[in-house]
T-cell receptor, first 118, second 117 residues
């Protein structure tokens, strides 16, 4: 597609349930990022995938959070045993990744998945 | 560790006037990139402007310019001739390392700009 696509756009779940959020990056972008944005706050880095390299998981807040990227394209962020503090907008972004001299590393964002944990 | 600081939670500006949004950063990497994004109430993240640490000139994009003061580690965004549509959250972000090596962006807490008619 033309832009970064995220689904679902809205998800309401009960505390303790697992949720999966999906991200489809821009075609040709090798880097993919997940961020979390709580209401009125900045963007909190969660995880970064670059090609076939091991992901940078340094931002994941707990072991209930995990993400995978299959075939170097689509990514799924999974939150197990959701808690009310997990309520936020989860933003996915992609970028060209390494290799191009003129690449600034600009991130292109999806519209986010709004998660509400009751 | 890298760090981005935006000290202005909220700002007001009169339509048609210029406004400066502050951003300071901290890194020990000599190569880095600085970004500004706009987030309207709709929630989308809109890229505005980029400054590389080795760029000699301050970046400009239309009504946006970046006042890059390397020694002070500041990268303030200047919006000239403010418009009502400029009302939004503005985020400063930094990436350590050269752009063509990729890397995560770390964001500041944002500044909410309100443009008054």
């Amino acid at each position: 597609g033309a832009g970064v696509s995220q689904s679902p756009s809205n998800k309401v779940t009960e505390k303790g349930k697992d949720v999966e959020l999906r991200c489809d990056p821009i075609s040709g972008h090798t880097a993919l990022y997940w961020y979390r944005q709580s209401l009125g706050q900045g963007l909190e880095f969660l995880i970064y995938f670059q090609g076939n390299s091991a992901p940078d998981k340094s931002g994941l807040p707990s072991d209930r959070f995990s993400a995978e990227r299959t075939g170097g394209s689509v990514s799924t962020l999974t939150i197990q045993r959701t808690q009310q503090e997990d309520s936020a907008v989860y933003l996915c972004a992609s970028s060209l990744g390494p290799g191009l001299a003129a690449n600034t590393g600009e991130l292109f964002f999806g519209e986010g998945s709004r998660l509400t944990v009751l | 560790a890298q760090k981005i600081t935006q000290t202005q939670p909220g700002m007001f500006v009169q339509e048609k006037e210029a406004v400066t949004l502050d951003c300071t950063y901290d890194t020990s990497d000599p190569s880095y990139g600085l970004f500004w994004y706009k987030q309207p109430s709709s929630g989308e993240m809109i890229f505005l402007i980029y400054q590389g640490s080795y760029d000699q000139q301050n970046a400009t994009e239309g009504r946006y310019s970046l006042n890059f003061q390397k020694a002070r580690k500041s990268a303030n965004l200047v919006i000239s001739a403010s418009q009502l549509g400029d009302s939004a959250m503005y985020f400063c972000a930094m990436r350590e390392g050269p752009g063509n090596q990729g890397g995560k962006l770390i964001f500041g807490q944002g500044t909410e700009l309100s443009v008054k008619p």
